[in-house]
């Protein structure tokens, strides 16, 4: 089968189009026919010296897939590795049937991404109806979907933050109420003017640096935050725990793969996201679909930023 394999330690150039095995699924697993392949933020550091474990290469990169098993059952699933290929063996548990009125890319982008923005808001900010919400990368494929899922769930005020006038636009016409520049200086303050003035009562941050400073200031008192991600690749400044009572402000991280040991956590999110998109309060906004072939490209867009919504990879071209 064609695929996609990392065999050294690099940046996109590392990315090979190759003729593979294929893969040969253990007891309880099955073998998935791709249609298409999720390319995530994430995967652009699998190739970097340092991230894996060197007896790991060659691998196929890739974590999450959706397609049809033997007897035609169409399903979406996270896997470990993998994923950038025409085949790829799921543990059976994993493979989430995709209802009707779902079609295959938007069930490819609620696998990390969806589940990602859910979690966000109902499990780790605890979002009640009414509150403010300040969404950085809003244009992105967690940030996209966040801003639809504050608004559909009652935030009284959505705030979108992006680096682009085309990428503010995008926000605004996914629901938020503002969408403020990423790049300001005074970050916090732009925030808050956009909200009126006031605080925000949710911050879901995945930049880091000193953006994650002056979120924490952009918060009101018992405002929450959740750091998800670090895409300057630059740590934020230790957060004083003293400082925190000051505001009565919360701090907290999420990884998708702790909520995947809570039983049940994830196909409650998957309920909720199939339904939202099946009945049309969700869109899942469409950044690229490119072949294996295409793949260096797509990494370095994401890489530099440059690139909007969902992205995925057609193993069939």
Known sequence: MRAVQIKNFGGPEVLELAEVADPLPAPGEVLVEVSLAGVNYRDTHLSEVGTLPGDLLPLIPGMEVVGRTADGTRVAAVVPRGGYAQRVAVPAQLAVPVPDGVDDFSALALLVQGTTAWLLLHESARMRAGDSVLVHAAAGGVGSLAVQLARTAGAGRVIAAAGSPEKRALA?????????????????????????????????????GPVTAQSLAALAPLGRLVFYGMASRTAPAPVELPALMETSTTVCGLMLEHAMTRPGLLERAMDALFEQVADGRLRVVCGAVRGLSEVRGLHEDLAARRTVGKLALDPGR
Do not use: F, K, Q, W
Request: no cysteine; aromatic share 0%; glycine share 14%.
């Open 172 to 208: 605004l016409d996914l629901g938020a109420d503002e969408a403020i520049d990423s790049h300001d200086p005074d970050l916090a303050a732009a925030a808050r003017r956009a909200n009126g003035g006031r605080g925000l009562d949710v911050v879901l941050e995945m930049t880091g």
